[in-house]
């Protein structure tokens, strides 16, 4: 039987941060919390947690830079961020941070339980995942999370390596967004938002992975159908 994953809260408002204790303890996590920003990332860098459950607003300091010394040292660490509300520039933000997901507050339990499952799960399939992936001018380690394209080395985020995973598993036809939404972020429904989601990883992943990103030869898009990776043989 496999340990109970270990996830670490860090919120201010104590009535949500004890509600969310109570309801992961229910769903058999272990968990940990913090009330203030540095407690938050003290324990983020010295706990090992196999997931971070980071609000935005906090004292002292803020999600969003917690979540940047957080990648800093560790870029596998799966973070879901609790934002305020369904801002366009805070969801972009926590996102291009490297946050794995973001739940909106007011959230529903059933839902959170639902992200935290699929964050889980993906970050243990990144695990069992060994191989290379290989394109034109660069050379993709997704264990490693590394490109090598001639002598410069790239780092990449594990949803950019689980976003061109499920793009290489598939070369052969074009995948929607909706489909990614689905399959690489576990999510079922489909707002404006979450397909945006999708194009700031596809522009992320453009400009370590193109020559030219205006101008993609490995990760392509098919007009009115998706991405395309072309992968070599
Ligand atoms: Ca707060």
Not at 212 to 233: F, H, M, S, W
Request: with cysteine.
């Amino acid at each position: 039987m496999s340990r109970p994953a270990r996830i670490l809260i860090v919120e201010d408002e104590e009535a949500i941060r004890e509600g969310l204790v109570d309801v992961l303890v229910f769903h058999k996590y272990q968990t940990d919390s913090a009330a203030t920003g540095p407690a938050g990332l003290e324990k983020a860098l010295t706990g090992k947690f196999d997931l971070i459950l980071l609000d935005v607003m906090l004292p002292g300091m803020d999600g969003y830079e917690i979540c940047n010394r957080i990648r800093a040292q560790d870029r596998n660490q799966p973070i879901i961020m609790l934002t305020a509300k369904t801002s366009d520039e805070e969801i972009v933000q926590g996102l291009k941070l490297g946050a794995d997901d973001y739940v909106a507050k007011p959230f529903s339990i059933q839902q959170l339980v639902l992200r935290i499952e699929a964050v889980l799960r993906r970050s243990r399939m990144g695990v069992e995942q060994a191989r290379t992936i290989s394109l034109q001018g660069i050379e993709i380690d997704t264990e490693n999370l590394k490109g090598r394209g001639g002598s410069e080395e790239i780092d990449f985020t594990k949803r950019e390596v689980e976003l061109l995973c499920y793009l290489a598993q598939h070369p052969d036809r074009p995948i929607s967004r909706e489909e990614l939404l689905l399959k690489v972020w576990g999510y079922a429904r489909n707002l404006d938002i979450e397909t945006r989601t999708v194009d700031i990883h596809i522009a992320k992943l453009r400009r370590k992975i193109e020559t030219d990103p205006k101008e993609p030869v490995n990760l392509i898009t098919v007009r009115g159908a998706g991405y395309r990776l072309v992968t070599k043989a």
